[in-house]
Nanobody, 128 residues
């Protein structure tokens, strides 16, 4: 079973940049449609970005569009989230999510229920 593993969280100041990375401990990375979600205290888990298996199709939530960039390197088994111009409202636990996508390489998914593999999460804290 696929198991995502995140890294790269931390404490930064508003306006700073931070990069999150996700890999998997088992499975074939190039078969995975993937996403980053985040969850702040008392809030529901929300989509941040989603990316198709081959990386050619992406989705960004309005709150991060223009500030965050998602990319993947299937050969290196890496999913990256480059976050710039961070704001205090970006503070949350960030989760890497994955699902096997055999039929539609260009497909991405933006609902938590669409994913069946989740990482443990990494904390991102942005101070004002």
């Amino acid at each position: 079973q696929v198991q995502p593993v995140e890294s790269g969280g931390g404490l930064v100041q508003a306006g700073d940049s931070l990069r999150l990375s996700c890999t998997i401990s088992r499975g074939t990375f190039s078969l995975l449609s993937m996403a980053w979600f985040r969850q702040a205290p008392g809030m529901e888990r929300e989509i941040v970005v989603a990316i198709s298996r081959l990386g050619g199709n992406t989705y960004y939530s309005d709150s991060v569009k223009g500030r965050f960039t998602v990319s993947r390197d299937n050969a290196k088994y890496l999913l990256d989230l480059q976050m710039t111009s961070l704001k205090p409202e970006d503070t949350a636990v960030y989760y890497c999510a994955a699902r096997v996508e055999y039929l539609t390489p260009r497909m991405y998914y933006i609902q938590p229920a669409d994913y069946n593999a989740w990482g443990q999460g990494t904390q991102v804290t942005v101070s004002s």
